[in-house]
């Protein structure tokens, strides 16, 4: 099948018109809209869609996909790869089934807006390697096997195992450009996920000072020139310079058997506090909510991807965002890529908590 | 490294911006022309571009270096867009050639230049900005490391946008306005497109021209020709153009590719940027070229 692209006046069409096909996005297709004349079509470049159709599935299945989808456009040159015509047309159709289960709509309509934006089609230059559904999928393939010494399938596995690391790598250009530095990161990735993945998942006692150091390290030195060998040599040096926060990770659980009744203006401060400028009363709703709500639905939930893990319950109550896009201003594109999917369902909720407690 | 003209290094680095060492600079330079900015040339079918990198360094010093293998010329042409990189080292000052894939390009290449240290070595050299010495007497020398750079030039970007001019890409974008009677159109620039609105019974001609064999060179001929001088024309008239609205850049990169003069007749401006589009119309002639 050939390649295809929407035509401009099409993509913008239907940009523009998200709120009203709303519903075409959660319960219905597009197929009766997008005709011969909203898309230009490239012979030279043929799609293989029965790699492509095969594409399917959750968070669990990207390593695949990815795979999928870089068989399915052999010959997709980057320059190519880079127009937001072709991956929002598949997401329109031949993914769009796909995009709708691995991004679920949410309920709420401007949240739903929102959320299509960026899985279905492209807002930005990030949301190539990291929201559209489809773009992601091939770019983080292509990435990766920039690296020629590392099986694709394994460096896919260690990138999608958590997606804040992911993102550390990814949106730090510097490293990503640089292909040894980023062989050698891909490397420490991989042994963190084949060995203890702490690496990998203490992101913010871990992963991130890590990747703070790697910048940091581009500083003064032409990462680009850095061999293998010296990539691997500065990634030891940091390893042994970095400041692990070696504080036990505490669980929010354990957190709030210390917390102090409401009227004793003792504040329990967590170790990156500074100031708090916050009432025990918030708090302590965060918590019981989390306690209740959250942990009792998810007990299982990687500690570092709560939404009220000790970092994200500090920020909610320090920031006090009242609503999603507060949200989305307080918290970085890192800490929110972070949270369990499973949980980041919850925000709402968790916002509508700090609304009305600042409403009291 | 990103180039931070602000940043300090823990020794001194020959640089546009800053006087750590004294009346010495490199910079990169183009044969044929004056200016110090490298040159590049686009292939005929325009799918690789090949860059000419002439280094300028004044340090004697550091040329010593150079050329006992110690240090080298090293440029890092890459882009952000497709994680494209490439290092390109050399002890040779000119006839350095680095040819790049456009298809692995997407929006700008950026390019930048170095002199890089190899071996750690000492530079000797009366131009290190005294302020380096604790000791007015001390000699003036500075330890280098593996992996220091000693001098970097300034950071050029390129756009290598070669079929920009193909009117079903996203420049230029023909709408239907039903205000406008028929055979009537204008062209609004006013926007990072070039905006052409026309009335119904053209947007049919359009149409129709486009599903054509040698349909577009019609339309390149006559409506998008028009708009293409039109635009020459604000940009001549106005070149800050560039900074407002994508289509001035596209312009502007596309007239320093193809050696345009911005002293040329507009008509003949448009005509070398749609690489002289009546030649398109040779089929319709019923000769052959």
Known sequence: MSIAFFKDEALDELFENIEVNLDRYRNGDFDDLITDDSVHKFAELSINQEFLISIYGGQDDDVDNCLKMFEAMEGLTPKLARDKRLWSYLTHTSLFHYTRERWPIPDDDDEAVNWIKHHFFITGSRDFERDNAASRLWWTTFICKRVTNIDTRKALGALFFRMDPRSQVLDRKTTALSTNLFEAVLEKMIISFEGDQKFLTDRHGLNRPFMSEVNALGGFNLLNALSLEQSRKKLKEIDQTVKFNDLPNETILNEIDVLEPESSGHLNTLPEEKTIKTDMSLRQKLVKFDLEEIRSKYPNTDENERILSRYMLFTFDDERPRNMKEFIEVFSWEDRDGISPDESFYVAQICKIIDDHLNL | ?289
Not at chain 2, 262 to 268: P, S, T
């Open chain 2, 1 to 289: 490294m990103r180039i931070n003209t602000q940043k300090s290094f823990p020794y001194p680095v020959i640089r546009e911006t800053h006087d750590d060492y004294m009346d010495e600079e490199f910079f990169l330079w183009s044969t044929n022309e004056s200016n110090r900015k490298p040159k590049f040339e686009l292939s005929e079918d325009s799918s690789i571009a090949k860059f000419e990198l002439n280094y300028s360094l004044s340090s004697t010093a550091i040329k010593r270096q150079i050329a006992n293998g110690n240090a080298v010329y090293l440029s890092v042409f890459s882009c952000k867009e497709t994680f494209f990189h490439k290092v390109f080292e050399s002890s040779s000052e000119s006839n350095n050639f680095v040819e790049i894939n456009l298809d692995e390009i997407s929006g700008k290449i950026e390019l930048e230049s170095y002199v890089y240290i190899k071996n750690d070595l000492t530079i000797e050299s009366k131009n290190i900005n005294k302020e380096y010495f604790s000791d007015t007497f001390s000699e003036r020398k500075f330890d280098y490391h593996e992996g220091n750079i000693i001098a970097q030039a300034q950071v050029f970007k390129f756009n290598c946008v070669p079929d920009i001019f193909n009117f079903s890409s996203s420049l230029f974008r023909l709408v239907q306005d039903d205000d406008l009677k028929d055979g009537e159109w204008h062209v609004d620039t006013d926007q990072d497109k070039i905006i052409i609105k026309a009335a119904k019974n053209i947007i049919k001609i359009e149409q129709n021209l486009t599903n054509q064999k040698d349909g577009e060179s019609v339309l390149a001929n006559s409506i998008y020709f028009s708009a293409v001088m039109h635009a020459v024309i604000l940009y001549l008239d106005e070149p800050e153009l560039v900074n407002v609205y994508h289509w001035a850049k596209v312009f502007e990169q596309r007239m320093a590719i193809k050696n345009v003069r911005d002293d040329e007749d507009a008509y003949k401006i448009a005509s070398i940027l749609m690489d002289w589009p009546l030649s398109e119309l040779h089929h319709l002639s019923g000769e052959s070229t």
